[in-house]
């Protein structure tokens, strides 16, 4: 769907009639890599999360790694844990929640 938002900072939705599907993505906020756009326009992950109702047909999805992997580990476990608190509230509100966690691969880097 045209939602008139910038392609890489979105939010962007997509639907799909026939089952029902409806996908919303947006960018993490900083660190970010590949752009520059405002800082208003990159909310982070936990921020984000905390704004979903949840319930038995929502299913939240996302990967944070990418973009960390060049920063200390302690800035790493801070935004890990800022996101494990949301989604533990999440699944505290609407515990039929399903989130999905997908961690970084390496990419064959050894």
Do not use: C
Request: proline residues 8%; hydrophobic residues 50%; charged residues 15%.
């Amino acid at each position: 769907m045209n939602l008139h938002t910038p392609r890489l900072a979105g939010p962007l939705m997509a639907v799909e009639l026939r089952n029902n599907i409806i996908i919303h993505w947006r960018p993490h906020g900083v660190p970010l890599r590949f752009t520059i756009m405002p800082m208003t326009d990159l909310p982070y992950v936990a921020n984000e999360i905390d704004k979903i109702a949840g319930g038995p047909h929502v299913v939240v999805v996302f990967t944070i790694v990418a973009h960390l992997v060049f920063h200390p580990v302690t800035f790493f476990v801070h935004k890990v844990n800022k996101i494990r608190q949301s989604v533990i509230a999440l699944l505290s509100r609407a515990p039929q929640t399903t989130v999905v966690i997908k961690s970084g691969n390496t990419a064959g880097l050894k």
